[in-house]
């Protein structure tokens, strides 16, 4: 059952995500058409990428843009009226890094849309995000303690120290996930809204009304954006997009009565392939970095899945994995996300095995733009053989 403070917090709610929706769906094609003037139009080549023709790298602007201008909006107006739940459970500076944080990201990844950076450029722009987050004082004290025995805490340094991981981890996460038409968006509509769905079930104080009015402004954003990014792609959401709606999960998991725990299970398919990818690289002597098929939803194309397919079962896994992290408490989350990390380094290893042999562009049949003109251009399709991948 909604606590009375979430039942009245819903409308406002409702407003939030259908605002940054619209706003999102309007920007999206001034953004795909400034792409050319500005410089953020992925070309096909001879490398890895598969799509046929150039397609904007913008999307991730239009995304952050209604984020942070319908955010700014709101709160500007809730000032003169009163209408939206109060920032009891979280502080103002924490709110102007998540705003200004995204706006940042999205500058920041446009310059990699636009200049194409090395890898260790790309960290310091992550690394920058993070500083804006604990400065405004965004940061993981505590987690839960899988073995039992209650929190693991922590404090200054390590506190900080944490949190950067967890920033740089989560911005990384989407990058490594951003490879396919509409699955970055679709993962981040699906964990945001379970992030925003825990923040308004329980008993004070964690119930928290605010933190589910900035869910619906990040999921708003995301859905009025992923009509134009679904296989065939219009848009790519780009390295911006990477960068704001990697940032704003990490802190939107953070914010409050923290839920990382939450969000480790529900973005669990982007955060283990992540892992298993960069383990396996490091066995094989190769950069963590280094660009290759090797990520789960490559090898369900090498499978014989067709585009959309490989999306929608990924869309299926993460709603399992949401909808478990509702149902568990906090130790049985993390000890859940343990389980499906031993379990999926086995399933990739099986499918590794089975997998037929990487496609590239030149192998793809005639009428192959119906099937491959939306691929994502991710920074590691966009590097050539041997180069590091576009995030580090």
Same mark, same amino acid.
């Given at each position: 059952?909604?606590?009375?403070?979430?039942?009245?917090?819903?409308?406002?709610?409702?407003?939030?995500?259908?605002?940054?929706?619209?706003?999102?769906?309007?920007?999206?094609?001034?953004?795909?058409?400034?792409?050319?003037?500005?410089?953020?139009?992925?070309?096909?080549?001879?490398?890895?990428?598969?799509?046929?023709?150039?397609?904007?790298?913008?999307?991730?602007?239009?995304?952050?843009?209604?984020?942070?201008?319908?955010?700014?909006?709101?709160?500007?107006?809730?000032?003169?009226?009163?209408?939206?739940?109060?920032?009891?459970?979280?502080?103002?500076?924490?709110?102007?890094?998540?705003?200004?944080?995204?706006?940042?990201?999205?500058?920041?990844?446009?310059?990699?849309?636009?200049?194409?950076?090395?890898?260790?450029?790309?960290?310091?722009?992550?690394?920058?995000?993070?500083?804006?987050?604990?400065?405004?004082?965004?940061?993981?004290?505590?987690?839960?303690?899988?073995?039992?025995?209650?929190?693991?805490?922590?404090?200054?340094?390590?506190?900080?120290?944490?949190? @950067?991981?967890? *920033?740089?981890?989560?911005? $990384?996460?989407?990058? &490594? !996930?951003?490879? /396919?038409?509409? =699955? +970055? #968006? %679709?993962?981040?509509?699906?964990?945001?809204?379970?992030?925003?769905? @825990?923040?308004? *079930?329980?008993?004070?104080? $964690?119930?928290?009304? &605010? !933190?589910?009015? /900035?869910?619906? =402004? +990040? #999921? %708003?954003?995301?859905?009025?954006?992923?009509?134009?990014?679904?296989?065939?792609?219009?848009?790519?959401?780009?390295?911006?997009?990477?960068?704001? !709606?990697?940032?704003?999960?990490?802190? +939107? #998991?953070?914010?409050?009565?923290?839920?990382?725990?939450?969000?480790?299970?529900?973005?669990?398919?982007?955060?283990?392939?992540?892992?298993?990818?960069?383990?396996?690289?490091?066995?094989?002597?190769? #950069?963590?970095?280094?660009?290759?098929?090797?990520?789960?939803?490559?090898?369900?194309?090498?499978?014989?899945?067709?585009?959309?397919?490989?999306?929608?079962?990924?869309?299926?896994?993460?709603?399992?994995?949401?909808?478990?992290?509702?149902?568990?408490?906090?130790?049985?989350?993390?000890?859940?996300?343990?389980?499906?990390?031993?379990?999926?380094?086995?399933?990739?290893?099986?499918?590794?095995?089975?997998?037929?042999?990487?496609?590239?562009?030149?192998?793809?049949?005639?009428?192959?733009?119906?099937?491959?003109?939306?691929?994502?251009?991710?920074?590691?399709?966009?590097?050539?053989?041997?180069?590091?991948?576009?995030?580090?």
């Amino acid at each position: 059952m909604l606590s009375p403070a979430a039942i009245q917090a819903v409308p406002v709610i409702l407003l939030a995500l259908a605002a940054a929706a619209v706003v999102s769906f309007l920007l999206t094609p001034l953004a795909i058409r400034s792409a050319r003037q500005i410089g953020a139009l992925d070309l096909p080549d001879s490398g890895r990428r598969v799509h046929q023709r150039p397609v904007p790298r913008t999307g991730g602007l239009a995304v952050a843009g209604a984020f942070v201008l319908v955010g700014a909006a709101g709160l500007a107006a809730n000032e003169l009226f009163h209408f939206a739940p109060a920032l009891r459970e979280v502080r103002g500076p924490q709110v102007l890094a998540l705003l200004a944080g995204v706006g940042l990201g999205a500058a920041l990844g446009y310059l990699d849309d636009r200049f194409q950076l090395r890898a260790r450029w790309q960290l310091l722009g992550q690394l920058m995000l993070a500083v804006v987050a604990i400065v405004a004082g965004v940061q993981i004290d505590s987690v839960v303690n899988p073995l039992g025995g209650g929190l693991i805490r922590f404090d200054g340094a390590a506190a900080a120290a944490v949190t @950067v991981v967890w *920033i740089v981890g989560m911005i $990384n996460s989407a990058n &490594f !996930v951003d490879g /396919l038409d509409g =699955l +970055l #968006a %679709g993962i981040a509509i699906i964990a945001t809204i379970t992030l925003g769905v @825990v923040s308004l *079930i329980g008993e004070p104080p $964690n119930v928290q009304p &605010f !933190v589910a009015v /900035l869910c619906a =402004l +990040l #999921a %708003g954003a995301l859905l009025g954006f992923l009509p134009w990014n679904f296989h065939p792609a219009k848009v790519f959401i780009g390295t911006a997009g990477v960068f704001a !709606v990697g940032y704003a999960l990490a802190v +939107l #998991a953070v914010l409050g009565t923290a839920k990382v725990a939450v969000a480790l299970l529900v973005l669990g398919v982007p955060i283990i392939d992540t892992f298993w990818v960069i383990i396996r690289r490091l066995a094989s002597r190769r #950069a963590p970095f280094s660009a290759d098929r090797g990520h789960f939803h490559h090898r369900l194309l090498d499978l014989g899945l067709t585009h959309r397919r490989a999306v929608l079962l990924i869309y299926g896994l993460c709603a399992v994995l949401a909808a478990l992290s509702l149902l568990l408490s906090g130790r049985g989350q993390i000890s859940a996300f343990v389980v499906i990390v031993i379990g999926s380094g086995l399933l990739l290893f099986l499918l590794t095995r089975r997998a037929r042999l990487a496609l590239e562009a030149a192998s793809y049949p005639a009428d192959a733009e119906a099937l491959t003109d939306g691929a994502e251009a991710t920074p590691e399709a966009a590097t050539s053989p041997g180069q590091p991948e576009g995030s580090a």
